[in-house]
Each structure stands twice: as structure tokens, then as C-alpha cells.
């Protein structure tokens, strides 16, 4: 077989082998694969693919038509609501959430004739909450009506007040401030506990609530504001003068507005007070009245110097 020589010293194949090698490719093997012809069975992977999901789709419908299945779920819905309504049911025995709005449901004018029957009760002569179809109006319609704004809006302004104090002596800090206004919650939390506690070893039945009782606790909050601005703006002995008329004023607040709630029908007409039972609760609410001035001392004599 003869050869070639090129001018670079190579070899190159003769014309026939050249013409063999394209004759033998176009019998061999092409370079792409025809497989528009195939049957559907010829593709495997790809069947594969599609019958994946299917068959786990075909088994979520099976088990979700399984009358076991159906049964299953409605007896846990069931459970579950069943569970809510239960939880709902004791919540609201403690803290009645579905009444919140009630204790909201305040106005400018009622806010302004509220604090004015805290800092001055002495002249207010009916003490009795409205009614209208044995439901208590709202707030906004009758002064005597326990809101929650005042308190919450107390609470919130004491604790500013406080970082104010604290900054004038030098000692302002967030941990401070915390330590201020979580002591300060945890005080009430626990007036209210001991008055609930008390409420059941006398056996008195009555109508206060929980949130009742906070908003009557949050109420000194506003005589202990007054107290620590005078101090800060005229000094110790205003401070003093400020806080013992708030403390009168908040100590007869509180009797009068409980002595309808906790005392028999005789004493709030101003009769006599008699048995164990009504001397406990004349006790009882003289106790709670007695100590919201030692609360709003401790919680404010030392931001005052």
C-alpha cells in the first residue's frame, strides 16, 4: 500500500481508506440517536418520571378515601374543638378576654370625670353602676364604672415618671427602669391574688371579677403620678403633701366603691352591720382600701431626694 509523504514529514492515508471509513460510519452507529419512533416502552427513565407521582398521588387518594382514615380525622377535629372550648371556658372564668372591650370602651369625657373622682371623691354621692338590662353600661356612659385605660395608661406614665426621677438623681439605666416597672407589676399581681384569695376564704359572693379588681388596683397609680411631679417640680415636702391627699382620696374611693360589692344590702343603705359574715367583709374591704396608700409610698419614696 503506498503512502503519501507530506512537507511536514507525515504520513497520510490513501483516498480509498478515507472513502471506507465514511461508508463503514454511515452503516455503524450514527451520531444522534433516532428515537422519534420508539415506543412508549422503550424509554424507561422517563416512565419512571411520570409514574413517580402518579402512583404516590394514587396512594394519598387511597389512604384519604379509607373510611378508617375519614373517621380518624373527624374525631381529632373534634377533639381539638373540643379542647379549645374547654380552655376558652376556664380562661374566661379567671380573665374574662371576651369583656376587655367593656373596660375599654372610654371616652375623653369620661377619662377627665374619672380622674377628677379620684382625686376628689369627697363630693360624689351616687356610687352605684348603671345597668341596662342586667348588663353593665360601659364605661363611657357611667363614672362609677370600672375601666381598664385609666389603670393600663397609669401604669405606663408611673414608669416614665419614674425613669425622669431616676435621671435626676444620676441613677437613670434600662435595668433600672426595668427593675422599676417589673417590681411595680409584680406588686399588683400580687394585691390582686391576696384580695382573690381573701374573696374566697370569706365566702363572699359577689360580682367583682379579676379584671375588676386589677382596675381598682391601677387606679392608685394616678395619685402616686401626682405625687412624684410635685416632688420633682417643688420638692420633698410638696411631694408629701401631694401624695397624703391622694392617699385619702384613694382610700375613700376604694371604700365606697367596694362596700357595694362586698357588703350586704343593709350596709350600703347605711344600716347596721351585722353577723360574723358582714363584719369579715367590712374588715375585708377596710383592708383593701388601708393598702393602696402603703403600696403608692413604697413605689415612690425613693425617686424623691
Known amino acids: 500500500m503506498d503512502y503519501t509523504a507530506t512537507q511536514s514529514g507525515f504520513r497520510q492515508q490513501p483516498n480509498m481508506r ?15 440517536e433516532d428515537t422519534s419512533s420508539a415506543a412508549p416502552g422503550s424509554q424507561p427513565g422517563y416512565r419512571n418520571q411520570q409514574s413517580g407521582p402518579q402512583s404516590a398521588g394514587f396512594s394519598g387518594q387511597s389512604i384519604l378515601s379509607d373510611p378508617m382514615s375519614n373517621l ?8 381539638a374543638s373540643h379542647g379549645r372550648e374547654m380552655v376558652d371556658k376556664n380562661l374566661d372564668r379567671f380573665i374574662p378576654i371576651s369583656k376587655l372591650k367593656y373596660y375599654f370602651a372610654v371616652d375623653t369625657v369620661y377619662v377627665g370625670k374619672k380622674l377628677g373622682l379620684l382625686v376628689f371623691p369627697y363630693m360624689h354621692e351616687n356610687w352605684e353602676v348603671s345597668y341596662q338590662q342586667d348588663t353593665p353600661v360601659a364605661p363611657r356612659f357611667d363614672v362609677n364604672a370600672p375601666d381598664l385605660y385609666i389603670p393600663s395608661m397609669g401604669f405606663i406614665t408611673y414608669v416614665l415618671v419614674a425613669g425622669l426621677a ?3 438623681q444620676n441613677k437613670f439605666s434600662p435595668e433600672l427602669l426595668g427593675v422599676q416597672a417589673s417590681s411595680a407589676l409584680v406588686w399588683l399581681i400580687m394585691e390582686v391574688l391576696a384580695v382573690l384569695l381573701s374573696l374566697y376564704l370569706v365566702t363572699v359572693n359577689t360580682d367583682l371579677t379579676t379584671i375588676d379588681l386589677l382596675a381598682f388596683s391601677g387606679y392608685k397609680y394616678v395619685g402616686m403620678i401626682i405625687g412624684v411631679v410635685a416632688g420633682l417640680l417643688f420638692g420633698r415636702l410638696a411631694y408629701y403633701l401631694s401624695l397624703l391627699w391622694c392617699c385619702a382620696a384613694i382610700f375613700v374611693f376604694m371604700i365606697r366603691t367596694l362596700r357595694l360589692k362586698l357588703l350586704s344590702e343593709a350596709a350600703a343603705e347605711g344600716r347596721l352591720v351585722r353577723g360574723t359574715r358582714n363584719q369579715l367583709r367590712m374588715y375585708l374591704t377596710m383592708s383593701i382600701a388601708a393598702a393602696q396608700p402603703v403600696f403608692m409610698y413604697w413605689l415612690t419614696y425613693h425617686l424623691i431626694r
Do not use: V
Not at 478515507?18 to 455503524?28: C, I, K, V
Not at 380518624?72 to 377533639?79: Q, V
Open 166 to 168: 431616676l435621671g435626676t
Open 72 to 79: 380518624a380525622m373527624a374525631y381529632g377535629s373534634s377533639l
Open 18 to 32: 478515507l472513502r471506507n471509513s465514511s461508508a463503514d460510519g454511515s452503516e455503524g452507529s450514527q451520531l444522534f
